[in-house]
């Protein structure tokens, strides 16, 4: 009796399914870069920074289990200070980017990390260096308001080689379709 009990309840309940699941999500947020400047004489180039920076990304999920999915992403900031003499105080950096999410779990708030490669185009002010190859790493959380939507907090960091660094911090709603 108590097996069955259980059977049945475990028949209504459902399991928590992801596979063929999608998701688009767009994020707003605070964002800044870190880069080298130009060498003054035989003195160490300085480290540059703006003054303040903002970002906007749009990514789409698509899983191909319960916890892990492939990510595609396409990201913007536009960033003002930080130009040396002579430069524009305004400049930008865009990426995409392909790669994979791991969700930590299928609840209420849901942990998760990311990584992914791409390209990365920037340019005016102190970062004016054109495309270049990027490494994409981040993470997050997001809280569900339902199994098709939900709103989150999102961090990244991408590298470009080395001599620049974008970091990001966002806010992020998204929408889930297919295999919920």
């Not at 536009?78 to 980017?97: E, I, P, R």
């Not at 779990?105 to 054109?130: A, W």
Request: aromatic fraction near 8%.
């Amino acid at each position: 009796m108590r097996l069955a009990s259980l059977a049945i309840l475990a028949l209504l309940c459902g399991t928590a399914r992801g596979e063929g699941e999608r998701a688009l999500s767009a994020s707003l947020g605070w964002a800044t870069f870190s880069a080298l400047g130009k060498p003054m004489g035989k003195q160490a180039p300085p480290t540059i920074s703006p003054d303040i920076g903002g970002m906007l990304a749009v990514s789409y999920e698509h899983a191909i289990s319960g916890d892990l999915s492939l990510r595609g992403e396409l990201a913007g900031g536009v960033f003002h200070g930080g130009g040396q003499a002579m430069q524009s105080q305004t400049s930008y950096a865009s990426l995409g980017d392909a790669g994979a999410v791991f969700r930590f779990d299928v609840l209420k708030v849901v942990p998760y990390l990311f990584g992914g490669l791409g390209g990365v185009v920037s340019g005016g002010g102190p970062i004016d260096r054109g495309a270049d190859f990027v490494l994409v790493i981040g993470g997050g959380v997001d809280w569900l308001y339902d199994r098709e939507h939900s709103l989150g907090l999102e961090a990244r960091l991408a590298s470009f080689g080395g001599d620049i660094t974008v970091v990001t911090v966002g806010v992020r709603g998204t929408l889930r379709w297919g295999d919920l």
